[in-house]
Nanobody, 113 residues
Framework: QVQLVESGGGLVQPGGSLRLSCAAS????????MGWYRQAPGKQRELVAL?????STNYADSVKGRFTISRDNAKSTLQMNSLKPEDTAVYYC?????????WGQGTQVTVSS
């Protein structure tokens, strides 16, 4: 089994920054991709960013230029800058190890004045 533990969510004013971290442990074997999804109230879960083994990254159009994903071994970080109220959501970390996808428990990000 693989466990993912997220940290770093919270309340921030518009224009502010937050850093989310996701630490994976357990029988990981090999990592294909790690990334982040988010789900706002009443909306479907959407991909925010992912990083592929080898370092390539993909971002949702809505966060390009503001969010940066990185990975160090089994830890993923999402640096979020210039946050907007529409970024408010529960953010979920995931890990794909070629066999299945594992999810974190989610961390709340609220952008409000």
């Amino acid at each position: 089994q693989v466990q993912l533990v997220e940290s770093g969510g919270g309340l921030v004013q518009p224009g502010g920054s937050l850093r989310l971290s996701c630490a994976a442990s357990g029988s990981i074997f090999s990592i294909k991709t790690m990334g982040w999804y988010r789900q706002a109230p009443g909306k479907q879960r959407e991909l925010v960013a992912l990083i592929i083994n080898g370092g390539s990254t993909n971002y949702a159009d809505s966060v390009k230029g503001r969010f940066t994903i990185s990975r160090d071994n089994a830890k993923s970080t999402l640096q979020m800058n210039s946050l907007k109220p529409e970024d408010t959501a529960v953010y979920y970390c995931y890990l794909d190890n070629f066999y299945r996808t594992f999810w974190g428990q989610g961390t709340q990000v609220t952008v409000s004045s």
